[in-house]
């Protein structure tokens, strides 16, 4: 029974180039969220999608951030431009179903490094 | 969203009881109290839930006080695995789903 599996685990990008963060979720679960962590900061959410529909981002910063999960394969988280304060721990999560006494389970997380 | 306190440390030794506290004194009566922790280098964990009774499960109990304006997360037998950071979060019924996440509490373990 699988985990909520992120890849890469770790990620360097220069500035300027694009990085792409990939979540599969745990099995039969169709609600995926990402969240960040900058170093010595606490996680804030950034993205709650379901399947083919972004249902909440107002934790995304409003350029060169997106997120998809299409109907077959992974969630994407993509940072396009990456500046050196997207270094961070990017942790993507799921829940069988939506509702607030439904846990979310972490996948391990990509740390993303701009040098 | 109501707002959760919490200390930003505590210490405990291997093999005792360990009471997490959380003050939420504008929790409203939809709001669920959820706990999770982080482990080193790892992704956040869920621990616990519970909206009025006290809870258990493997992992700790969680008492909430009468009022539900504070909870204790309590692990009984602490252990070296069990060094996070804990969180303590609301979240409201038919509320938004993300979770928000405080500073939590960083927990130290002796051995």
């Known amino acids: 029974n699988a985990g909520v599996m992120q890849n890469p685990r770790h990620l360097v990008r220069r500035r300027g180039q694009e990085a792409r963060l990939r979540c599969s979720p745990m099995?039969?679960?169709?609600?995926v969220y990402w969240y960040r962590q900058l170093p010595e900061e606490g996680l804030k959410f950034m993205v709650y999608?379901?399947?083919?529909?972004?249902?909440?981002e107002s934790g995304m910063p409003k350029e060169r951030f997106s997120a998809e999960f299409p109907k077959e394969g992974p969630s994407i988280l993509r940072i396009q431009q990456v500046v050196r304060g997207d270094s961070a721990a990017y942790f993507c999560?799921?829940?069988?179903?939506?509702?607030?006494?439904?846990?979310?389970?972490f996948g391990p997380g990509t740390r993303l490094t701009v040098t | 969203d109501a707002k959760t306190t919490q200390p930003n440390s505590m210490e405990s030794n291997e093999e005792e009881p360990v009471h997490l506290p959380c003050n939420h004194s504008?929790?409203?009566?939809?709001?669920?109290i959820h706990w999770y922790r982080q482990l080193p280098s790892q992704g956040p964990e869920y621990v616990i839930h519970?909206?009025?009774s006290n809870v258990n499960n493997r992992m700790a109990s969680l008492a909430i006080a009468e009022d539900r304006k504070s909870s204790t997360l309590i692990l009984h037998r602490a252990t070296l695995r069990d060094a996070a950071v804990y969180y303590c979060?609301?979240?409201?019924?038919?509320?938004?789903?993300?979770?928000?996440f405080g500073q939590g509490t960083r927990l130290t373990i002796n051995p």
């Open positions: 504008t929790i409203s009566g939809t709001d669920y």
């Open positions: 979060i609301l979240r409201r019924i038919q509320g938004a789903q993300k979770l928000v």
């Open positions: 519970g909206l009025t």
């Open positions: 999608l379901q399947k083919e529909n972004i249902i909440d």
């Open positions: 099995k039969g679960h169709s609600h």
């Open positions: 999560a799921s829940s069988h179903t939506s509702g607030s006494t439904y846990e979310q389970y």
